[in-house]
């Protein structure tokens, strides 16, 4: 398509190569802000001499082989057992009605923060919590909270649990995003049709036609969420050990601890982050490839029937825990946050009250207020980018490459601790003092690839015809732009804001580190609160942080639905 | 004074003795210079209120406590009204990010405007700052209200955990550890260290601390390293107090690392986790998970009580054999670009107005620095008020046991280092 030369195509034309700076620039110069110290380079302590000894250090710290198994394994796991039961889930009910109750029940648990879904397990599995009250005294004769395992148990089974439980819907959704594409999800339905007509039980079908082929789809998003557990920060530390802690929560302490020389064993464990990264992506590959050795001849054995029954029994038992446990753990934090003194192992609390309500809102304003003000720069940045981009495709009218694809997930697969701190550095070294602008722009680093993800498929998707008639009549590209295609697109990208959003207000540690500490979020209060000292407030503000990215959904869900209804 | 003492008992050197006779001739003008200079130091101050005047000063304080941060609220209220100072608090999870932030300000050659005006700030994190010169030098003994602490007679006011503070900090408040317990399910709470040892024994798991170097789990192990070092020979208890050497390492601490091994197997989880901070234990209290607890700020117990994070029933008191007690204090960083605005501030909070109200349960209840004796009949007013108090308010024992002082900060690194090898992986 010839493209008219205007300040709108121009602006379009570098829109790309902004976006793809504004993610490459803080990513790279931030890894070395942690690179340099890393290998002894740290003038503001006088070391200014290239060294491995801050590796050295770091190797020498009693219990670092237990880190890098508990950072290691639990991701992996986690992910694993995540994958399955997203498979599982599937394949029980794929082409049935209860496929699209699971995805309603599970899509707003993929908005609620990583803090907020670990405060509320940790309130359900602790000793005293919701699964013990409801099982005493009457059958376990507690009537003193045990002083059992979870959570912070030692083999990270809490963390596994909140992990999963958060990786679960994300890859559930991308999965049916994938399945919801006609051009895919139609050949891949036909071709389970033409199996089941073939005679192959619904099951099987599925592992064997459609499983192969919706894989390929699903690989980035299950690597980005490998990558992203194994450095996350919040879940294992509200839920995790800390005899020793995973590599990632220690790396945190290190860089904030009194003894400033740590700093460097800190950033050579950023350093080994990176690597216990990629060594769980290599390993997922391997497994990857494993299973493809080893299922390639069962996948054509012809054989119609593996168990189907067993494997629904169990995919049913799971999903009801599953569900449950979602339910149980929600409910607890909304006990709590009207809870007077809630004495063990009663039930329901003494006494129902909204003081903690009361109190924590009048608090809360501030915060909001800086959530709010965040969120909403950072996203409405990163949908102007993103659509920019997209429209810049459409008019060279070819694709974004494989590299500048890879790119914008490239703060999603760099583990951010590694290289927060380094742009922490960045930011001092171009002197830049206004905090607001700080944060915004290291939210915008997590936003636009969720942004981006969400809104291309829809805007690639859009039928080329309307603007080429919109063109033929004598139209501007400007024109087609923002009077056709928006429009068109008003719904995804509405929920693309939603989700722009409902990303931003979870930021924990981009918020803090870039902020100075000077502005507080909701979900940096809820961190902090987490670790303190009153359940009843931290239950508040854990469900702030729930209901802050369930509202937007709503308004992102209900909006395009009322004003279709007033255009008719 | 004591310098010329010392030269006046050198047997030899009569020179020197007519030396002294001159100086002590010199004396009384020595005070009209004081006088004058006392004077200079009003005028001074003056100008310091002036240039601090319309400008924002960036408190970093620890934030996870709601009533501290509502008494810093009202100071910024205060400050806003009297001195026309915008006061934000910075609330930190732990202050050694402040100490990160300045350092990373050092290393960016950032020395003149810094994020940090005025910090919270105590033992460890004080030593590191000073070490590395990232505070502000030798003010806070020229601020008017420090006098009010009567530092003459009063040594604690100028050191901090054994180092000089050389007017890099102002004090602020002083703590004592509390003990606090649910009087319904332990009827007889252990009084000692020693009975706290055999009361795990017989309630296994109801009894832990955070795990160091968290600022109350390293209280609790130098309370329990000054008890067990108690019997030992003055010189040796000394050291407790000195820069820790291997010499010294190797006579004090093999007595807590015995007592630790038959304590930890009885703590809450066998000791295979520690909580993370004091505010945990809190909770765990609350949960009835822990039975026997303590604290640095006696009073979040009443508070909390009110806010049910604590059972109605829960009463405080203090260790039978001591009770360790420090100061905190607020420090200037080096590269503050408020730093006439952070002086005022930090003499506001030494004020009679703002140590009294510190010191009232329902605000913090944070014990004042200030030498009651030292003040006016109208400053001491402010002191005279009386509250309603919870049961809990008063805490038992709390005249009849000695306040144990800090040891050395670098005593924290040793114990924090050689716990972490010892128990840190299991």
Redesign the interface.
């Known amino acids: 398509m010839i493209v008219a030369n205007t300040f709108f195509t121009r602006t379009v034309r570098t829109s790309p190569a902004v976006m793809i700076a504004l993610l490459v620039v803080p990513v790279l110069g931030g890894l070395l802000g942690v690179l340099l110290p890393a290998f002894g380079w740290f003038p503001a302590l006088g070391a200014t001499e290239f060294g491995l000894f801050g590796f050295t250090e770091l190797f020498a710290t009693p219990g670092i082989e237990r880190m890098l198994l508990l950072s290691y394994g639990t991701s992996l796991v986690s992910t694993l057992l995540a994958f399955v039961i997203t498979v599982l889930i599937l394949a029980s009910y794929f082409n049935s009605p209860w496929l699209k109750r699971i995805q309603r029940l599970l899509g707003p648990i993929l908005v609620i923060p990583h803090a907020a879904a670990a405060i509320a397990i940790g309130f359900l599995i602790a000793p005293s919590g919701f699964l013990s009250r409801l099982f005493s005294p009457w059958l376990t004769s507690w009537d003193t909270p045990p002083d059992w395992l979870f959570p912070h148990d030692p083999y990270g089974l809490s963390i596994i649990l909140g992990l999963a439980l958060k990786e679960l819907p994300f890859l559930l959704l991308i999965a049916l995003g994938v399945l919801a594409q006609p051009e895919i999800g139609k050949v891949l339905r036909q071709q389970h049709k033409v199996a089941s007509s073939l005679g192959y039980c619904p099951m099987t079908g599925f592992f064997k036609v459609i499983l192969p082929s919706l894989y390929g789809y699903m690989r980035l998003p299950i690597l980005a969420v490998l990558a992203y557990s194994s450095a996350s920060v919040e879940i294992p530390l509200i839920l995790g050990p800390n005899t020793p802690p995973t590599l990632a929560v220690a790396i945190m302490q290190w860089f904030n601890d009194v003894d400033l020389s740590l700093r460097i064993k800190a950033s050579s464990g950023a350093i080994v982050q990176i690597l216990v990264t990629l060594s769980l992506l290599v390993t997922w590959w391997g497994i990857e490839l494993l299973v493809k050795k080893c299922s390639a001849a069962w996948l054509t054995n012809g054989e119609r029937e593996h168990g189907g029954m067993i494997i629904k029994l169990i995919t049913d038992v799971i999903t009801f825990v599953m569900v449950s446990t979602i339910i149980l753990a929600l409910l607890g934090m909304v006990f709590w946050s009207f809870a007077g003194f809630w004495s063990y192992p009663n039930l329901l609390p003494d006494q129902f009250m909204t003081m903690h309500w009361q109190s924590a809102l009048t608090q809360m304003q501030a915060p909001l207020f800086n959530t709010l003000v965040i969120a909403f720069s950072s996203t409405l940045l990163a949908i102007v980018l993103t659509l920019f981009a997209l429209e810049s495709e459409q008019q060279s009218n070819k694709t974004i490459s494989a590299v500048s694809g890879l790119i914008i997930y490239l703060p999603l697969l760099i583990p951010s601790i590694a290289f927060l701190f380094g742009l922490v550095w960045l930011f001092e070294q171009v002197n830049s003092q206004n905090t607001y602008l700080n944060v915004i722009f290291a939210h915008l680093l997590f936003v636009l690839p969720y942004v981006f993800l969400s809104l291309a498929n829809s805007y690639r998707r859009l039928d080329p015809r309307f603007s080429s008639v919109a063109a033929s009549l004598g139209a501007a590209p400007s024109k087609i732009f923002w009077q056709l295609k928006l429009p068109l697109l008003i719904s995804p990208i509405l929920i693309a804001s939603a989700l722009g959003l409902a990303i931003s207000f979870s930021q924990y540690l981009p918020t803090l580190l870039a902020g100075a500490g000077r502005i507080n979020t909701i979900t940096t209060e809820a961190v902090t609160l987490a670790n303190g000292a009153s359940r009843r407030t931290s239950a508040v503000y854990a469900l702030m942080q729930m209901l802050l990215p369930a509202l937007f959904f709503i308004l992102a869900w209900l909006t395009p639905k009322i004003f279709s209804r007033a255009r008719v | 004074m004591q310098a010329v003492n010392k030269i006046c008992q050198h047997s030899f050197a009569g020179f020197y003795k007519a030396l002294c006779y001159l100086l002590l001739l010199l004396l009384p003008q020595q005070t009209v210079f004081a006088a004058e200079s006392q004077s200079n130091a009003a005028a001074m101050w003056e100008n310091i209120e002036m240039r601090g005047a319309k400008q924002s000063v ?1 408190f ?1 304080a620890w ?4 009533q501290i ?1 509502n008494y810093i609220q009202w100071v910024a209220q205060q400050v806003k009204q009297q001195y026309d100072i915008d006061l ?1 608090h ?5 202050t ?6 300045v ?6 050659s ?1 020395h003149r ?1 810094g ?1 940090v005006d005025l910090v919270w700030i105590n033992g ?2 004080f030593a ?1 700052m000073a070490k ?1 010169k990232l505070l502000a030098l030798d003010w806070a003994d020229k601020l008017p209200n420090f006098a009010l602490t009567n530092p003459e007679n009063n040594p604690a006011m100028t050191r901090d955990f054994g180092v000089p503070t050389e007017g890099m900090e102002a004090p602020w408040g002083q703590a004592a550890l509390t003990f606090y317990y649910d009087s319904l ?1 332990v009827q007889q709470p252990p009084q000692t260290l020693a009975e706290l040892l055999s009361w795990t024994k017989q309630h ?2 109801r009894f832990t601390y955070p ?1 160091p ?1 968290e600022f109350l789990g390293m209280s609790f192990l130098k309370y329990a390293l000054i008890i067990l070092n108690e019997n030992q020979p003055e010189d040796i208890k000394n050291k407790l107090y000195q820069a820790a050497t291997a010499e010294s390492e190797a006579q004090i601490l093999p007595a807590l690392w015995d007592f630790l091994d038959q304590l930890h197997p009885n703590l ?3 000791g ?3 909580v ?2 004091g ?2 234990l ?2 765990l209290s ?4 822990l039975q026997v607890s303590f604290t640095f700020s006696a009073a ?1 117990i009443p508070s ?1 009580i009110a ?3 604590l ?2 029933s829960t009463r405080s008191y203090r260790m039978l054999d001591g009770s360790l007690s420090n100061i905190h204090f607020v420090a200037i960083p080096y590269n503050s670009p408020h730093l006439d605005s952070a002086k005022v501030v930090a003499n506001f909070l030494l004020s009679p107005e703002a140590q009294a109200k510190k010191q009232q349960t329902s605000v913090w209840g944070d014990s004042s620095v200030l030498d009651l004796s030292q003040l006016t009949p109208t400053q001491h007013a402010y002191f005279d008020m009386t509250e309603q108090q919870h049961l809990s308010a008063t805490i038992i024992n709390v005249d009849n046991t000695r306040l144990l002082s800090e040891l050395h900060p670098s005593w924290s ?1 040793v114990i924090t280092k050689q716990w ?2 010892r ?4």
């Open positions: 960036y970093h934030g996870g406590d709601q941060n934000h910075v609330k930190l999870t732990d050694s990010e402040a100490v990160s932030r350092l990373a300000e050092k290393s960016a950032n405007n994020q460890a994190n590191s590395h399910k296994p798991g795990k170097p809450w989880r066998q295979h986790h520690f993370s901070n505010l945990a809190r909770r609350g949960d009835g998970e979040e909390a806010r049910y994070d059972p109605d690194a972490l090898a128990y840190g992986v299991q």
